[in-house]
């Protein structure tokens, strides 16, 4: 029995994700690949507004 793959794994489900989440503009363009975790489905934004670090999803 195979396991189903999350939606958000592939690249398109990482940009899903970010518009899910209502990234500002540049939080977006700062994202790494480390950034995002596929299986929980949460991104880390490391330069938020004034610079602080959050984690939403």
Same mark, same amino acid.
Request: some cysteine; charged content about 20%.
């Given at each position: 029995m195979s396991r189903a793959r999350s939606p958000w794994a592939s690249p398109e489900g990482a940009y899903r994700r970010v518009v899910a989440r +209502? #990234? +500002?503009i540049n939080e977006? #363009?700062?994202l790494t690949e480390t950034d995002l975790d596929h299986g929980g489905g949460s991104? #880390?934004?490391r330069h938020g507004k004034n610079d602080r670090r959050r984690e939403v999803g």
């Open positions: +209502r #990234l +500002r977006t #363009l700062c991104i #880390l934004v």
